[in-house]
């Protein structure tokens, strides 16, 4: 066990605040998803969050992606708040500029891959460095191929996504995500809809990314061992807050809570 295991995760060296999730409630209707959640990552850390179906998993990476509004609390990304702005000293609501600047610090790759079908590979990874980040077509496409290397694709660049397999087809969105140098990469359960046997190929370009870049990662994924291998942290949630974190030989040899036990028992 290190050192500074007990001290603060912003005392750690090189672990400035990335994201900050500050008593962040979240309803639909009646039922509260997100209870007042606090969470922090720090830059550079791999962070995976776990937990029961419908604990609210998928809510917090759509928060992430300003897909959603927190209807208390605050999430800061970096220096900035994501949906407030600071004004004469008073925290408001953000306008849509402030909260695209904001959002291009983060990339997203979804368990559907949403890749735009229209459009070849090479583009589909374009697209957004050319129209959101204003980048030129050829160090737009420099960069893509770059990333196609990465990812094992650079022979199918020119093909449209229904032309590849699901495993290929989620490696051109792992590299979208990529190619807008996002500060923070959110996975959510991106080899859950996959046939078995692609599942390996797929996770083993995210362990690449995760040991080659310096990118923060915060993912959902029932892959256990995956999460182990990758995580610098686990984040247990249940019933709209986390229960429990640490690090995964912790967690997943020796959790504290009976809860934690009971979902490791069923997913192990
Ligand atoms: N747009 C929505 N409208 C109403 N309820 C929603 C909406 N999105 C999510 N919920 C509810 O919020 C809860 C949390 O959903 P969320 O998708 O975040 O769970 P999850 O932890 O990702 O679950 P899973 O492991 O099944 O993906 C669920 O009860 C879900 O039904
Ligand atoms: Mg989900």
Do not use: W
């Amino acid at each position: 066990m290190s050192a500074d295991t007990h001290l603060p995760k912003d005392a750690a060296p090189g672990g400035t605040e990335l994201i900050r999730f500050d008593r962040v409630t979240k309803r639909f209707g009646a039922h509260t998803v997100l209870d007042a959640l606090d969470f922090t990552v720090s830059a550079g850390k791999h962070v995976t969050l776990i937990g029961p179906s419908g604990s609210g998993k998928t809510t917090i990476l759509r928060l992430l992606m300003t897909l959603l509004k927190p209807d208390e609390g605050t999430i800061k990304v970096g220096d900035a708040y994501l949906t407030h702005e600071e004004k004469g000293g008073r925290l408001i609501p953000a306008g849509e500029k402030h909260i695209r600047e904001v959002r291009k610090n983060i990339g997203m790759v979804f368990q559907q891959f949403n890749l735009f079908p229209n459009m070849k590979v090479l583009r589909n990874i374009t697209e957004a460095p050319v129209h959101v980040l204003g980048l030129g077509k050829d160090e737009a496409e420099e960069r893509a191929r770059g990333l196609l290397d990465l990812v094992g694709l650079t022979a199918h660049l020119d093909k449209y996504p229904t032309q590849l397999s699901g495993g290929q087809q989620q490696r051109v969105a792992i590299a979208r995500a990529l190619a807008m140098r996002p500060q923070v990469l959110l996975l959510d359960e991106v080899t859950s809809a996959l046939d078995p046997e692609l599942v390996a190929g797929v996770l083993d370009v995210l362990r690449d990314i995760a040991r080659t870049t310096d990118i923060t990662m915060l993912c959902v994924t029932h892959e256990m061992s995956f999460a182990r291998d990758i995580s610098d942290d686990v984040l247990m949630f249940d019933a709209g807050r986390v229960i429990e974190s640490g690090p995964p030989e912790k967690i997943f040899t020796d959790p504290e809570h009976e809860r934690t036990r009971e979902f490791l028992g069923a997913v192990l």
